[in-house]
């Protein structure tokens, strides 16, 4: 099976935001390079919030190039069999911390924004940090830093808040 079928297939099965998870579908219907960066029209990208519930907190980078704070996520790659393994692959990559892993039942958000190479349609996933889980930062961070639930809307924009309260009803 291809990334492009099995993000048509995910999104298929997503109950929520029906109007954008259709934006998402239309997108891949009309553009079979949809899921790749070189989509000039737009890419689906794949993140993971990485999170501690025993603790309350979760973990965000403060990334390279839009200085902002922010799930771990991004482009997905040739390699990444599913959408799922994409997140989580960013997330490992980005973090550091090698034994995430993903909520189960699929994506728990879509989030669309524009970027400075395109538009991205973002499939957001959630990622649980194991206990005394140790993060390290990327190349492709500034910062990577553990904020409290309630901080993160001091800090990070109205989109990971939203990720964040999606996370938050799923565990």
């Not at 079928?5 to 079979?32: K, S």
């Not at 989580?88 to 973090?95: D, G, I, P, Q």
């Not at 830093?145 to 808040?161: I, L, T």
Request: hydrophobic share 40%; aromatic share 6%; net charge negative.
């Amino acid at each position: 099976m291809t990334l492009h079928t099995n993000a048509v297939q995910v999104l298929e099965r997503y109950a929520d935001q029906t109007d954008l998870r259709q934006l998402y579908l239309d997108h891949l219907a009309g553009h079979p390079d949809g899921m790749w960066k070189d989509c000039e029209d737009g890419h689906i990208t794949a993140s993971a919030l990485v999170i501690d519930p025993e603790r309350e907190r979760v973990l965000l980078t403060l990334h390279r190039k839009l200085r902002m704070w922010l799930q771990m996520g991004g482009h997905c790659e040739r390699g990444d069999r599913s959408l799922a393994d994409a997140a989580l692959r960013e997330a490992v990559e980005e973090s550091g911390i090698s034994a995430l892993r993903l909520l189960p039942d699929g994506p728990v958000r879509l989030d669309r924004h524009h970027t400075p190479c395109a538009w991205h349609l973002d499939v957001q996933y959630a990622a649980i940090a194991p206990r005394g889980a140790v993060e390290a930062i990327s190349d492709e961070s500034l910062d990577l830093r553990w904020f409290a639930y309630d901080e993160v809307p001091g800090v990070a924009d109205e989109s990971v808040v939203r990720l964040l309260t999606a996370a938050r009803a799923r565990l």
